[in-house]
């Protein structure tokens, strides 16, 4: 009698006794807010101790027919004491808003009985997000299979964005203007209610799995694998857990050990052919410091580490590589890196300076596999960021020849946007004009290059800031070349959507010679706390893994497919130019060309080398290492290299 007493004496006199639907209300906030009130509920979930979010939930099963008020709460309770999960309890406190969050604090309690709830199911995606407030606290399921496609949030705050499947940029696969995405109109925006229509389904999509903790950086972090990350493609099946609401965001808070089905970590994928190319956008790859890429000497060295272990990884004959800051100091640091790791001379350079202080594209090729023939052609106008490069090569195995051509079109930031170029609502971003624009240039640049070069293989690859179904892919189409469908499907994750915006097109020639294209998924599934910024010190692995922001590329081609009996037309005469170590050595495909100069970075001369049966050769030993420049007599062919 003592004992019963006393828990009476624990609840104070209430103004209002109400179910747990009523408090809650049908709005966002309660019509109780400041009011005293008690209740009754079971008990969902507990959350106690340093860093939890001090309190449990009550649910209160059939407490009204409203579907549009919620059955659950929230109770504030540092010590919670007694508490379980499974108890039916009545509450008493008093109402407040927290954030957003509907919750009784200053609370006691008197335990009632014991009784369960069956979980609330949830299919995805939901009627619309609004809807979200009627399950505030509850206990739901979510049946069937989610997918980690968002896990930026992870390493910080332990939370993930979950989906029922990968969720994709609408004009990925949905084409503004053709409702048959085969189409290739590159103007007008006929179909762009469709692409609405599927940017509306993925945002009622998401749900967010959030670790139930308040602190910041959980060490270690939840749900990682044996790799220490968890990349997005990992799955977690039937899903439980009550809603919370903190941020402006619902996450659910789950109320037993969660097991995900983690998606591995992939090898180098086959492309087969005799010859490998690749593109790969390295993310700012700046040696000025504290600029648009690392902040510090020490940011670099973990910056270019990871990039050489991509390259060395995939082992790419020609590479095409963006965003590297314009300046030769960049591509000279990472190729040194690359050189150092793989053998001095493995690859040489070809680029061309850009505008102001951006960035420009750079060719890397190996010299052992591939010669370059004629000169390196570049569309450098106004209309442009950055020159974009096409290099000719002959194969040294069959002597079949090709052009190699970098992309990199204008990003979709919409700073300074204005007319055309500003965001039409039909999913393309800001700049789809310009990039339409550089697009149709960009067609009869290569075809002048075809024409003056006699090379009708051409293979076209990098960074074109468009998604696969958008303006200037199909204006890119539209002109004959051939696109080479990517074997993995994108390249690019942005705000928990994926696609291609990395891409790859061929001419007839060159197509045929193709044996595949794959992406290697080492940076769009991995968080971006794995990268090489001091913050993320604790987790930095010296490896590929989120090297960068996008996926690089890789296609493999037969050589012997590509023609030898070209008849070039109007092509300037050829050297062969290698180095190895310190020892240079030039080959022109023509006699008459007398004499090799070298000049160094101030444009100085420092050697002149006779050529003598059809050969020219030099130890450069005594010179000091940096960029050095060649030019023969009569032709005048010229080129540059990089004395390590």
């Known amino acids: 009698m003592l004992r019963t007493l006393l828990l009476l004496a624990l609840v104070p006199t209430l103004a209002h006794a109400q179910p747990i639907c009523a408090i809650q209300g049908t709005g966002e906030a309660s019509p109780y807010v400041g009011q005293q009130v008690s209740t009754e509920g079971i008990v969902t979930a507990v959350f106690s101790g340093s860093g939890s979010m001090n309190g449990y939930y009550i649910e209160q099963p059939g407490c009204d027919a409203d579907v549009n008020t919620s059955n659950g709460i929230f109770v504030f309770a540092p010590n919670p004491g007694g508490i379980a999960v499974g108890q039916r309890v009545s509450v008493a406190g008093t109402v407040a808003e927290y954030n957003g969050l509907t919750e009784i604090t200053n609370a006691t309690y008197n335990v009632l009985g014991t009784g369960t709830v069956t979980p609330t199911d949830i299919t995805l995606p939901i009627g619309s997000n609004a809807q979200w407030e009627r399950y505030e606290c509850m206990l739901l399921r979510f049946p069937g299979q989610l997918m980690v496609v968002g896990n930026n949030a992870w390493s910080q705050y332990g939370e993930v964005y979950l989906a029922p499947q990968r969720t994709w940029v609408p004009t990925d696969h949905i084409d503004p203007n053709d409702a048959n995405a085969s189409g290739t109109n590159y103007t007008g925006a006929s179909n762009a209610a469709a692409v609405t229509a599927a940017q509306s389904a993925i945002d009622r999509s998401y749900i967010v799995l959030d670790d139930a903790r308040t602190t910041t950086w959980p060490t270690p972090a939840p749900w990682s694998d044996a790799s220490g990350t968890l990349r997005s493609g990992s799955t977690v099946n039937d899903l439980r857990g009550v809603l919370h609401y903190s941020f402006g965001t619902y996450k659910v808070e789950p109320t037993a050990p969660v097991v995900f089905q983690h998606a591995a970590r992939p090898a180098v994928p086959e492309v087969g052919g005799t010859v490998r190319a690749a593109a790969f956008n390295v993310l700012n790859y700046f040696t000025t410091l504290g600029s648009w890429g690392a902040g510090n000497s020490g940011e670099l060295g973990r910056q270019r580490t990871k990039l050489v272990a991509a390259l060395q990884a995939m082992n790419a004959d020609v590479l095409a590589l963006s965003e590297i800051e314009n300046s030769d100091d960049a591509w000279v640091h990472l190729l040194a890196g690359l050189n150092t790791a793989m053998g001095a001379g493995t690859y040489a350079a070809l680029e061309e300076d850009a ?84 697009a149709t240039a960009l067609i009869d640049h290569w075809a002048g290059v075809r024409s003056a070069t006699g090379i009708d293989a051409q293979l076209i690859m990098g960074d074109f800031n468009a998604y696969t179904q958008e303006d200037p892919i199909d204006r890119l189409r539209a002109s004959g070349l051939t696109y080479q469908a990517v074997d993995g499907g994108y390249t690019h994750s942005y705000a928990g959507m994926f696609g291609s915006i990395d891409h790859v097109f061929a001419t007839s020639a060159m197509d045929q010679a193709v044996s595949g294209v794959a992406v290697w998924h080492i940076n769009a599934d991995e968080p971006t706390t794995l990268d090489y910024r001091d913050s993320n010190q604790s987790r930095y692995q010296p490896n590929a893994f989120r090297s960068s922001d996008h996926d690089p590329v890789l296609v493999g081609f037969n050589g012997t497919g590509l023609s030898v009996g070209i008849e070039e037309a109007d092509v300037p005469p050829v050297v062969a130019f290698a180095l190895a170590g310190r020892q240079a050595s030039w080959r022109p495909d023509r006699p008459g060309q007398g004499m090799v100069e070298l000049f160094d970075a101030r444009g100085a001369a420092v050697r002149s080398v006779p050529i003598a049966g059809g050969l020219a050769e030099a130890d450069l030993s005594g010179l000091a290492p940096g960029i050095y420049a060649w030019r023969t007599g009569g032709a005048g062919v010229v080129g540059r290299f990089l004395l390590p």
């Open 355 to 438: 505008f102001g202080q951006g960035t420009r594209t750079v060719i890397l090729y190996k010299p052992a596999a591939m010669t370059p023939v004629g000169q390196l052609y570049a569309l450098n106008t106004s209309l442009f960021q950055r020159p974009h490069l096409t290099q000719g090569f002959r194969l040294n195995a069959s002597g079949g020849r090709f052009l190699f051509s970098t992309m990199h079109l204008r990003s979709k930031l919409c700073d300074n946007a204005s007319g055309a170029n500003t965001d039409q609502g039909d999913g393309q971003g800001c700049f789809n004009d310009m990039r339409r624009s550089q």
